[in-house]
């Protein structure tokens, strides 16, 4: 079993709010083989904690419009990870330097990789820029 198509369409929707908010490292895995909670995690990185907190309110904001509220958040008022659970997707919003050390990908290395459509990505070339 794989990520919903409505986990994966939340999923592209929360990896484009933290692109337009110049998220670093975005990335997302379909943990619904190995969760019955949830079947993907979205992971960004931002530099400071205001930049965390802006990419966590236009998260919640794209979700928003698409009929998905959060059912539970942390870390907010801290700024350093912030996790939003929507249900079928729980969004991790990380400063960069809390991403290297608590390293999430290297955790759940054996899920399978959700691709992100290249304007995520915010190349250049793949962005068609």
């Given at each position: 079993?794989?990520?919903?198509?409505?986990?994966?369409?939340?999923?592209?929707?929360?990896?484009?709010?933290?692109?337009?908010?110049?998220?670093?490292?975005?990335?997302?895995?379909?943990?619904?083989e190995?969760?019955?909670?949830?079947?993907?995690?979205?992971?960004?990185?931002g530099?400071?904690?205001?930049?965390?907190?802006?990419?966590?309110?236009?998260?919640?904001?794209?979700?928003?419009?698409?009929?998905?509220?959060?059912?539970?958040?942390?870390?907010?008022?801290?700024?350093?990870?912030?996790?939003?659970?929507?249900?079928?997707?729980?969004?991790?919003?990380?400063?960069?330097?809390?991403?290297?050390?608590?390293?999430?990908?290297?955790?759940?290395?054996?899920?399978?990789?959700?691709?992100?459509?290249?304007?995520?990505?915010?190349?250049?070339?793949?962005?068609?820029?």
């Open positions: 079993m794989s990520a919903s198509d409505r986990a994966v369409e939340l999923t592209v929707a929360a990896a484009r709010a933290a692109a337009d908010l110049k998220a670093q490292e975005i990335i997302a895995l379909d943990v619904s190995q969760l019955v909670l949830t079947d993907a995690f979205v992971i960004a990185s530099t400071n904690e205001r930049q965390v907190g802006a990419i966590v309110d236009a998260v919640e904001e794209s979700l928003h419009k698409l009929g998905a509220k959060p059912l539970r958040r942390e870390g907010k008022s801290e700024g350093r990870w912030v996790l939003i659970d929507f249900g079928e997707i729980v969004v991790h919003v990380q400063h960069a330097e809390d991403r290297v050390y608590y390293a999430l990908e290297r955790l759940w290395k054996d899920c399978p990789v959700i691709e992100l459509p290249a304007d995520v990505h915010g190349t250049p070339d793949e962005a068609g820029e």
